[in-house]
């Protein structure tokens, strides 16, 4: 309960997997889904991997709505060293705007990561960056685009998703460092037990 990633005892170490489906807008889905993919195996101080993903698009979708759509994905891919492994796509009346669902693996080698779960009472709280950026960066383009019409994507509703909604590598700072918790997306904080802020960097 609680947790955005499970982690699975194999050979190698800990392999760490995470799914979270972008429903909350139909705009830059692609790029969307592996931020928020990335960023659940990120808290748990583990290096995002290998990404999948199922797109389930409505029907009129055009062949440059597609190739908008894996742009963004592949740029997301390419700028954190992730690699699309596999996935599934297809057009189906059942959705009425685009939908991905991403699935982000990682391997921890040497079986550290860091579980949400893991705080307690006596811990320091560390804030990494601000909050809730995340939130934020979505809920303002999802405005600048209501304001523009529904399927305009205009620059500095990207820009403003690319200042707030990015992978949050920092956050894997959190298994070297012995933090007992983390919590990412719209959170950003590590949890240690008695340990300064400046001990995290």
Known sequence: MGEDACALTVERGALVAATDPITF????IGRLAVVVNANDVAVMGVRP?????AILLPCGTTEDDVRTLFAGMR???????????GGHTEVTPVVSQPLVVGQMLGLAE?????????????DI????????IE?????????????????VVLRPARAAAGTGLRAR????????FAASAAVGGT?????????AANQFY
Request: hydrophobic share 55%; glycine share 18%.
């Open 25 to 28: 807008t139909g705009v830059d």
């Open 49 to 53: 991997r290998w990404f999948l993903a």
């Open 75 to 85: 740029g997301a891919l390419a700028e954190l060293g992730i690699a699309l492994v």
């Open 110 to 122: 040497n079986d550290r990561f860091v579980a949400t779960g893991g705080a307690r009472p006596g």
């Open 125 to 132: 709280v560390v804030q990494v960056g601000l909050a809730p």
């Open 135 to 151: 939130g934020a960066a979505v809920l303002a383009v999802i405005r600048w685009v209501i304001k523009r019409g529904p399927g």
């Open 169 to 176: 590598v920092d956050l894997l700072a959190a298994a070297a």
């Open 187 to 195: 959170v950003g904080t590590l949890f240690g037990p008695g340990k």
